[in-house]
Each structure stands twice: as C-alpha cells, then as structure tokens.
C-alpha cells in the first residue's frame, strides 16, 4: 500500500518514493510512523485515552500501526490530513479496517 505525507496548507501531487520504514508490530501497542522522515515517532497503549488524546493532537506522525489495526492522522484519529483511500477508488473498506476509532 503506497503511502503519502503531505506538509499542511500545501497542495501537492503525492510523490511515492519507494523508502521503506521498517518497525517490529507489538502486541496491544500503536506504532506511530512519519512519512516525512520514515522514522518511528513514538508508540502507545491500545485502549488508552489520554495517550490516544495526546498523539491525536501532534501533527509529527501519519500513520500508526497496531496488530492489524491501522490509524491515520486525519478525521477522528488526529488533527491532521491523513487517510486511507482504496488503490480501486471503491468506497468498500476491507474488514480489518473497519475497527480503527
């Protein structure tokens, strides 16, 4: 899955680079990952809400991973302009999904 990080207030054509961020999936654990800088930022509990209200007010991470949960900075996940579009435009969201806040 191609993913895009855009600098707010810039329109701009994603640019896919092919840069990889590597990062080990933690049980019950967010992974919060920045494309910008392909690094791990920081990580949190599952189910906690004063961390998931913490990283939903930062604009340093754009994608966060937990087991098979996926989380994007943007609508009710973080003050951001993330989110996830299906590669075939469809409006269908696979199964896995549909548990993200």
């Known amino acids: 899955m191609p993913l895009v990080s855009c600098i707010e207030g810039e329109k701009q054509e994603p640019e896919i ?6 990062f080990i999936s933690v049980p019950d654990v967010w992974t919060y990952i920045s494309l910008e800088s ?10 906690d809400a ?15 991973v937990c087991d098979t949960l996926l989380r ?3 609508g009710n996940s973080g003050i951001g302009f993330g989110g996830i579009l299906s590669e075939s435009g469809s409006e269908t969201i696979p199964d896995i999904y549909q548990e993200v806040w």
Do not use: Q
Request: no cysteine; aromatic share 6%.
């Open 50 to 64: 004063e961390s998931d209200a913490a990283w939903a007010m930062r604009r340093d991470w754009d994608i966060a």
């Open 17 to 22: 680079t092919g840069s990889e961020v590597e």
């Open 72 to 74: 994007t900075n943007g």
């Open 38 to 47: 392909g690094t791990v930022v920081g990580t949190g509990k599952l189910g």
